[in-house]
């Protein structure tokens, strides 16, 4: 990808010489009328010395470009470039004062030295602004280029973490759901057929997220009770749940997969290690700017784990929140009373 300006470099370089040399021959002429009042030799002078400069700082430009001084450092670059603004206004001066002589537009007896070094200084500085505006523009154009450029690899780096996060979801979450109804198969033929409708609801699920950087919570919602109900074969009533979705949260925009992944972690690290079992409870509501997304589970936090917060669930759902929204949003696990609770708060707007 390229500066738009790029696309047509050569024609905005003709426009800038043209308007710019334009301008210069008008405020020229502007002021001389002001002073002498109109005159043709005073229009075809001034019209002259604009074509003159426009002409001299186009051969400038070629040298520039040949012998690529743009990607000179700023030593190197003025060592050249201030004595070829001196030369080319030397140059223009010189064919100025030539045109006066032949062509007998004003009284030679008139110039002098004085006269001569200050057409030669008046010139020398426009060149110098000419220059200054030709290497700012470049500097511009190349500074846009590299940032555009930091943008497109940061943005291609975050895409494959992205990837990689979510393959890495698909197995670790596939295993464990099969693993809930295997049992069924030839205790339950009739709850297998229903578990295995779940299971086919929850792989569509799954190849979506290959597509989506987002969700809307509402299919992420139903996915995740699901999975629970494929959860409830295994630990039947050892798992209660319960989930409360403010209807305002239900199309909002979320990173697939999240939700269910906690509350995967919450089954793993808390209700599995519970002999009496306990409830998985999840809640999400509208705040001003973030949507909030409690998922709470009856257990007991170590002080380890809350300060490592360690886990596939708990490391995966940090690093995609990080790439996705680059520190907008928020994830925190704490204890409150009997039960570990997980929250989420995620940006409404767009994604940065």
Not at 162 to 182: D, E, G, V
Request: proline content about 3%; charged content about 20%; aromatic content about 12%.
């Amino acid at each position: 990808m390229k500066f738009d300006l790029l696309n047509n470099r050569e024609k905005a370089y003709w426009a800038c010489q043209v308007c710019g040399w334009g301008l210069y021959f008008m405020i020229n002429f502007l002021l001389s009328a002001s002073y002498e009042g109109f005159k043709w030799r005073n229009l075809i002078l001034l019209l002259y010395m604009s074509v003159t400069g426009l002409a001299a700082t186009h051969v400038l430009r070629y040298y520039i470009k040949k012998f690529q001084w743009i990607t000179l450092s700023w030593k190197l670059l003025l060592v050249r470039l201030l004595p070829s603004i001196l030369l080319t206004g030397a140059v223009i001066t010189l064919l100025i004062f030539l045109v006066i002589e032949f062509g007998g537009i004003y009284d030679l007896e008139k110039v002098n030295l004085t006269v001569v070094m200050g057409n030669f200084f008046n010139i020398s500085i426009i060149i110098l602004l000419w220059s200054v505006a030709y290497f700012a523009f470049h500097y511009f154009i190349s500074y846009k280029n590299s940032e555009i450029e930091r943008l497109v690899w940061e943005a291609a780096v975050k895409d494959f973490e992205l990837k990689t996060l979510k393959s890495q979801l698909n197995p670790h979450f596939m295993f464990n759901a099969m693993n809930s109804i295997r049992s069924l198969i030839e205790e339950n033929p009739e709850r297998a057929k229903k578990a295995i409708t779940q299971l086919s609801n929850i792989f569509r699920y799954s190849l979506r997220i290959e597509r989506n950087e987002t969700v809307p919570l509402e299919d992420e919602m139903k996915t995740v009770e699901d999975y629970l109900a494929l959860e409830l074969v295994r630990y039947e009533e050892r798992l209660k749940y319960r989930i409360e979705i403010d209807p305002l949260t239900r199309n909002i925009e979320i990173p697939p997969m999240m939700v269910q992944t906690l509350v995967e972690n919450a089954i793993k690290h808390g209700i599995a290690r519970r002999p009496e079992g306990g409830e998985i409870m999840i809640r999400t509501m509208k705040i001003p700017s973030f949507l909030a997304i409690d998922i709470y589970n009856t257990g007991t936090l170590s002080t380890e784990e809350l300060m490592a917060s360690r886990g596939f669930g708990i490391a995966n759902t940090k690093q995609r929140l990080h790439l996705l929204y680059s520190g907008a949003a928020g994830f925190e696990l704490t204890q409150e009373g009997d039960n570990v609770k997980a929250e989420i708060k995620i940006p409404t707007g767009e994604l940065i």
